[in-house]
């Protein structure tokens, strides 16, 4: 087994898996050190700058819930990426679709949620399905907007399982836009990212789109 960092900035630092058989690699994300005593702090004073008292007894507990939700927010979990031979020579898309989206928004600290389709076209090499949700929800633990998120994850599974084409969709309510500010209630926004066949050949890109669940009704492949 071996140990990669993904970088803050969602940059691969493995190889492309290779040939071979079952294979797990380990992956941790880098998304910065959490000081909970001074994040407990921090929203005590947040508190008192907005007018309420962090001494009432009802708000005793308050700081320290805040802190420790935030930091499990925003604190990737270690996850093991599995491949195994594509002995079969499966050459038809994957598609994971309803994976569960949980960010938080980087401009207001507001969660973001929805859900995901993630897909691929095998090369040499099959994943472990689990590992496709995994990977999406290393990279939402942090704060975010939705076209990096969607981006990163198709990065990241280009890079590392090194298949023929890889695609993400991300379907989402932003609570900045829905609770607050504009309040669009019951607005969404969809993002995807393409890599390889499902960007190039059209045919696949629709095949893709009509499994992830975002092709237009009623058009032809
Ligand atoms: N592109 C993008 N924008 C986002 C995302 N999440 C939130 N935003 C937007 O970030 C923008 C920040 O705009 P600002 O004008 O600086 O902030 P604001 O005054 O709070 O804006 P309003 O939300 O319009 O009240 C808003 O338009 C948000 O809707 C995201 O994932 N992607
Ligand atoms: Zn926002």
Redesign the pocket.
Known sequence: MTTHAIRRTGAPVAEPAVPGSRRALRFVRETGAVDLPAAERAVAQLLRALGRDPADPRLADTPRRVADTLAELLTGRPFELTTFPNDGGYDELVVATGIPVRSL????LLP?TGVAAIGYLPGERILGLSKLARVLESFARDL????RLTRQVADWLRDHLAPRGVGVVITAE?Q??TL???RATGSR?VTSALHGVLREDARSRQEFLALAGTAPTGTAA
């Open positions: 928004c980087e401009h207001h973001f975010q907007v939705q076209e932003h900045c836009m607050r500010g504009v926004t």
